[in-house]
């Protein structure tokens, strides 16, 4: 006999994870959109000090790393949720907001996680292709609105494309969705954006459009990838309530909340690290641009590079990773013969513009 699993069970997806963690240092990771910077020794002393209460639980009401957040971004403690990195919070909203006869829109392909949204809780999903520039197409996503409609999932910058659109084409879109229809603004790369202008401009729609979140991270410019530490700043209360509901009390641990609190205090720490990957972004897309391939329009902290018509991604991919470079092949993303390539340091990247220039 074997166990029994329910439906949904055979109906989510596999996270296509990267291989290589047991690699050690002579791989050049560039598969995950981590940043290659470790995090700064006050962070780490600080997520130290914090284990060495790690007897108690962590604070639920996660009080210190709320107010940290809320007197960065003006917004309550009372509409900011915290998670165990913010995929834990897109996953309790789609159990908060979906369900059988329900539809989440989203356009595609965008974070490889939102299909399990709707395969975890039997809500219809509804994908939008991304225009020829790699961008959302926000007029035929809004298009795609039906009374059925209870989430609709924005990422931007768009991961895996790489690519942005500016808050004079979001809040057009803000208004022709239904205000009670949740809109959730994935802006896990927002800090390297330059499109965007700076990370407060979104929060000032929180004012106007009572659906919307923002969902953010410290996974990324932060550099806290490994102790999973995930915000979201909600226009309601409501949001942070149910998402809070379907999920363990405990969802960050006492490491991940005081590493946070200290990472928010070195503003100019990120502000010099944004310039550097972004310098390091242009000339890494340069190199691309040489070799004749086409790269999107960047504005995160990786790239998407299109194959040549004729290439077989799976032999560039592994061409790639026989060279140390290991990067994420397009067709576990969503789109075939295309590659996403992570920012790395000036020697990874330029074993990648190497290694690229000998494979394709
Ligand atoms: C667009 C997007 N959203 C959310 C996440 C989840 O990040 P985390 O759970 O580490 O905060 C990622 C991770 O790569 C991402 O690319």
């Not at 598969?31 to 006050?42: G, I, K, Q, V, W």
């Not at 939102?114 to 035929?140: F, M, N």
């Not at 009572?210 to 806290?224: A, D, E, I, M, Q």
């Not at 200290?262 to 100019?268: G, I, P, T």
Request: net charge negative.
């Amino acid at each position: 006999m074997t166990i029994e699993f329910a439906d949904r069970i055979g109906r989510i997806p596999s996270y296509p994870v990267a291989s290589g963690y047991d690699l050690g240092d002579g791989v050049a990771m560039l598969a995950s959109n981590e940043s290659c910077l470790a995090p700064l020794p006050e962070v780490v002393e600080a997520a130290q000090r914090a284990l060495r209460g790690a007897n108690r639980y962590p604070d639920p009401s996660y009080g210190a790393l709320r107010r940290a957040l809320s007197d960065r971004y003006g917004v309550p403690p009372g509409r900011i949720a915290l998670g165990n990195g913010s995929c834990d919070i897109l996953l309790a909203a789609g159990e908060a907001l979906l369900e059988p006869g329900a539809e989440v829109l989203y356009g595609w392909p965008a974070f490889t996680v939102y299909p399990h949204l709707a395969a975890a809780s039997g809500a219809r999903a509804v994908e939008v292709a991304l225009d020829a520039a790699e961008r959302h197409d926000l007029d035929a996503i809004a298009d795609e609105i039906t009374v059925a409609t209870r989430l609709v999932l924005i990422c931007n910058p768009n991961n895996p494309t790489s690519t942005s659109l500016g808050l004079d084409a979001i809040e057009p879109f803000l208004n022709r969705v239904p205000s009670h229809v949740c809109v959730i603004l994935d802006e896990a790369y927002v800090e390297y954006s330059l499109s965007l202008g700076d990370t407060y401009a979104s929060v000032e729609l929180l004012r106007r459009y009572p659906n919307l979140v923002l969902l953010r991270t410290f996974s990324k410019v932060y550099g806290l990838a490994g102790l999973r530490v995930g915000y979201a700043l909600c226009a309601s209360e409501d949001f942070r309530i149910a998402v809070d509901q379907v999920r363990q009390p405990f969802h960050c641990n006492v490491a991940a909340q005081a590493a946070a609190v200290e990472a928010l205090r070195h503003q100019d720490e990120v502000e010099r690290r944004v310039v550097e990957t972004i310098a390091a972004r242009l000339a890494l897309e340069q190199g691309v641009r040489e070799l004749g391939l086409w790269v999107a329009a960047s504005d995160a902290n990786f790239i998407w590079v299109r194959l040549p018509d004729g290439s077989v991604e799976g032999e560039v991919v592994d061409g790639l990773a026989t060279r140390g470079v290991l990067v994420r092949a397009g067709a576990s993303l969503g789109r075939d013969r295309a590659l996403r390539v992570t920012v790395g340091t000036p020697a990874e990247n330029a074993r990648f513009a190497a290694a690229l220039g000998e494979v394709v």
